[in-house]
């Protein structure tokens, strides 16, 4: 069965601290890995990594994937509270019939000022 | 331009009952995906709709039913609610069915079963 798994399930930080949240997968038909930031109700975009090794960086945010561990990271550096939220890591799957995610349970992030 | 939207907002239900949920892709987009969400995990696969057809389905019991409109738009039915079925329902719009682009998620229809 398709899983993702992310740590730390919450974490609370001051702001300006930098955290790194992780992401390990195990999907079938594996075809990308996806970062969404959930605040209120729908998860906005935050990354698609597809290649092993190639950062993805959009201001404060950045993310690389390691295909041969199975594994991302999502960094944010110089946090604000604005970052408080829910970030959810997801893996993306196409073959069999379907196209679809697997979520992980998401981390909790909340910045203190 | 309007993003993925969704319809209602909020429902109360008691167990027993059926519900339908709507969504409205982003326009020109021909695939729908919908999502539960319970409280505390993370969204899980329900259907994805491409071009009318069902082209994938998750875990989830025949109660669960989805359709796929001309317009593209979608409808979730849940028959014989649980209380368990309480959760956000998100809706998720793509431009085709397999392909890299994003998926578009819209505000979700938050479900309560009493």
């Known amino acids: 069965e398709d899983k993702v798994v992310q740590s730390p399930l919450s974490l609370v930080v001051h702001e300006g601290d930098t955290v790194t949240l992780n992401c390990s997968y195990e999907?079938?038909?594996?075809?990308?890995l996806l970062w969404y930031k959930q605040e209120k109700k729908a998860p906005t975009f935050l990354f698609m990594l597809?290649?092993?090794?190639i950062e993805k960086k959009s201001g404060r945010l950045s993310s690389i994937l390691d295909k041969k561990e199975l594994f991302s990271i999502l960094n944010i550096t110089a946090t604000q509270t604005g970052d408080s939220a829910i970030y959810l890591c997801?893996?993306?799957?196409?073959?069999?019939?379907?196209?679809?995610?697997?979520f992980g349970k998401g981390t909790h992030l909340i910045i203190q000022p | 331009d309007a993003g993925v939207t969704q319809s209602p907002t909020h429902l109360i239900k008691t167990r027993g009952q059926h519900v339908t949920l709507r969504c409205s892709p982003i326009?020109?987009?021909?695939?729908v995906s919908w999502y539960q969400q319970v409280l505390g995990q993370g969204p899980q696969f329900i259907f994805q709709?491409?071009?009318?057809?069902?082209?994938g389905r998750g875990n989830f019991p025949d109660r669960f039913s989805a359709r796929q409109f001309p317009n593209y738009s979608s409808e979730l039915n849940v028959n014989a609610l649980l209380l368990g079925d309480s959760a956000l329902y998100l809706c998720?719009?793509?431009?085709?069915?397999?392909?890299?682009?994003?998926?578009?998620f819209g505000p979700g229809t938050r479900l309560t079963v009493l």
């Open positions: 999907v079938t038909n594996f075809r990308s």
């Open positions: 326009s020109g987009h021909k695939s």
């Open positions: 709709y491409y071009e009318k057809e069902e082209r």
């Open positions: 597809t290649s092993s090794g």
């Open positions: 997801a893996g993306r799957y196409s073959g069999g019939g379907a196209d679809g995610l697997t």
């Open positions: 998720a719009s793509s431009l085709v069915w397999t392909s890299d682009d994003e998926q578009f």
